[in-house]
DNA sequence: GCCAATTACTTGAAACCTAAAGAAATCTGG
DNA sequence: CCAGATTTCTTTAGGTTTCAAGTAATTGGC
């Protein structure tokens, strides 16, 4: 118990560690995986997270998405975006039209290339992953996706609360 | 259940997604939070986050530590570390000289501005982070402390397999 | 129709980051 | 002692990333 000078009781100072502690683990078990995935991603197909996550993208919509799609869906700016979206097009992974209806929109969509080398790579991707987390039992998935359910819409509801 | 084209019954293939999805939902979740934490730092103090980070790795560190150091801690490359510190040594925040002992080794410390700022920033920084993990529950907070802990372990030993 | 606001994207500057190669100092097994 | 291996840090090249400012196209109110 913290006594002030007078030895009065004094309200604790609120105790703010272990919320502290939890998102430092967060991001160390975040970092720590992303590493790896992005070590396997060099070593074996020699690409970039990035580029693999872009593709990731694109791969769930054939019928491709506008660049702000990307940037929203990959929390990541535009100007981002345009780069990564050039570099894959220059290497014949991406397709990329103006949009017919809105010519300031540009459609960008896998190429028949690009779609077979990223299900090659998604493939072994996914093997990684279950390895990585290998020994988690199915309790400890679900529960961890409930805790993390959770974590994030208390996140995106304080950082909302910010901007208004 | 899936047959094979005689009609007998098949080995199911190994279904991952489940990890796959905890993984997405983990990195969103690290994101969204890392994104706000950055957004506040750069709107409340005009500093990034890699230099904030640094400068905690420091703080716990009085006497210092040497760029090696800070490079585990911090999970990052060597040459990245040197910048880093360049750009810091340079605002004033940090202390940089070179051991007695081995003329290789830099080592680095606050300065007493750095460790005076760094206070002032913290102490704001632990807020948000209570406010962003404010709708979990003391018992949310413990159960996802285990969770990730037993996760971190399962990474590292799938790291280190990997690279045996 | 016209103009202001908005939306979609691009550009530019600075910082951040990795991987790989290199330089300097130290360590180690003859 | 000393040559080779190792460690520590820097440098370089290529990307990635953000933020802010700018351009072009569309929308909406009048």
């Known amino acids: 118990m913290i006594l002030d000078s ?28 992303e590493g790896e995935v992005r070590s396997r991603l060099r070593e074996r197909f020699d690409v970039t997270l990035p580029r693999f996550d872009l593709m990731a993208q ?10 702000s799609d990307v940037s929203k869906r990959m929390m990541v700016s535009n100007g981002n975006v345009t780069g990564l979206v050039e570099r894959l097009v220059e290497s014949g992974h991406l397709d990329r039209r103006t949009s017919d ?13 690009g779609r077979a080398e990223f299900r090659k790579m998604a493939t072994e991707h ?25 974590t994030k819409a208390s996140a995106q509801k304080s950082a909302k609360a910010r901007t208004t």
Chains 1, 2 share one sequence.
């Not at 390895?131 to 805790?147: A, S, W, Y």
């Open 101 to 113: 209806a809105d010519r300031r929109v540009q459609v960008i969509r896998l190429t028949k290339a």
């Open 126 to 150: 996914e093997l990684w992953i279950a390895d990585i987390f290998g020994d988690l039992t199915p309790k400890d998935v679900r529960e961890l996706m409930r805790l993390l359910a959770k």
């Open 6 to 33: 007078e030895t009065k009781a004094v309200e604790l100072p609120e105790h703010h560690g272990d919320e502290l502690r939890l998102w430092l683990r967060l991001l160390t078990c975040t970092t720590l995986i």
């Open 58 to 67: 694109l791969d769930k919509v054939p019928e491709g998405m506008t660049l």
